[in-house]
């Protein structure tokens, strides 16, 4: 075993007997492009630079035993960006996608992805479907892309098949409740985030998750996504475990609940 693997699962292991760890954790994936300015290259080599964090991020989650990790790669409103980074994006998908889902089946990572999937290029769209079919069976880390996904989109989609139902008479209007509601959403099958980060510094959701996020702790790094690396990820865990998550309750009750 190489150093850098013991020292690493030593702080793995400090880290689950440190508290919970979250089972689902979400992140805005952001400063690719002030990452590659900074060195005066194209925003692309941020982007290809990217990559090399997802795969150290996604290994790492699944080796501490995290539930889900949805990735915010692709907005509804980065469609506008200049169509020659738009394909830029979409070719990097592909080639990850291409490179990446042998050893996401090995690691036992199931692929899934929200958002409206329709709006890809049929090449990715291809692409995604191979890898959910050969992936789909793994029980580890659910890793969860958002790709063409904004939550306002979302919530309207939600509301547009919700408003069909009722039209049909599958559903009463009284029976809309919150767990409805989330049942008509593309994160149905997957608990709420517990974490959400955000790189880059930015301290804003940009159309993220917005139903799903109600709960969630925020955790803003200031590090460029493409040096955002595993001892990153296990800070914000640190910094997570030592939060207390109220939900509207007062600290004598959630502590009061913990000894139940
Ligand atoms: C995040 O990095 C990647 C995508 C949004 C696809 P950016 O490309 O937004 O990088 P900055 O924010 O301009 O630095
Ligand atoms: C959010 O980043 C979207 C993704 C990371 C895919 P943006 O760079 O698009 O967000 P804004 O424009 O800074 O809000
Ligand atoms: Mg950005």
Avoid at 42 to 49: I, K, L, N, S
Avoid at 246 to 260: A, I
């Amino acid at each position: 075993m190489t150093a850098r693997g013991s020292d690493d699962e030593v702080m793995q292991e400090e880290l689950k007997a440190g508290g919970a760890i979250p089972q689902h954790i979400a992140i805005i994936m952001d400063g690719n492009g002030r990452w590659a300015k900074q060195r005066a290259l194209p925003r692309v080599a941020g982007h290809r630079e990217g990559v090399n964090s997802v795969r150290d991020i996604v290994e790492a989650c699944g080796q501490v035993g995290v539930g889900c990790l949805t990735l915010y790669a692709f907005s509804t409103e980065n469609w506008k960006r200049p169509q020659q980074e738009v394909s830029t994006l979409m070719r990097l998908l592909v080639k990850a996608l291409r490179d990446e889902t042998d050893k996401l089946y090995k690691n036992n990572v199931r692929l899934t992805a929200i958002g409206e999937i329709d709006s890809l290029p049929r090449d990715v769209q291809r692409e995604l479907s191979d890898s959910f079919e050969r992936t789909k069976k793994n029980t580890g880390l659910n890793l969860n892309l958002a790709l063409s996904y904004s939550g306002r989109w979302e919530i309207t989609s939600a509301a547009k098949k919700i408003a069909g139902d009722v039209a049909k008479g599958k559903i009463e209007i009284d029976n809309i409740t919150e767990s409805l509601l989330s049942s008509y959403m593309s994160t149905a099958d997957i608990p709420d985030p517990d974490l959400m980060i955000r790189t880059s510094g930015e301290f804003r959701i940009s159309n993220f998750l917005l139903y799903q996020l109600a709960y969630t702790e925020i955790y803003i790094s200031k590090v460029y996504w493409p040096d955002f690396r595993r001892k990153h990820l296990y800070e914000a865990i640190r910094d997570y475990q030592k939060r207390e998550r109220r939900f509207g309750l007062v600290s004598e009750q959630v502590k009061h609940l913990q000894t139940l």
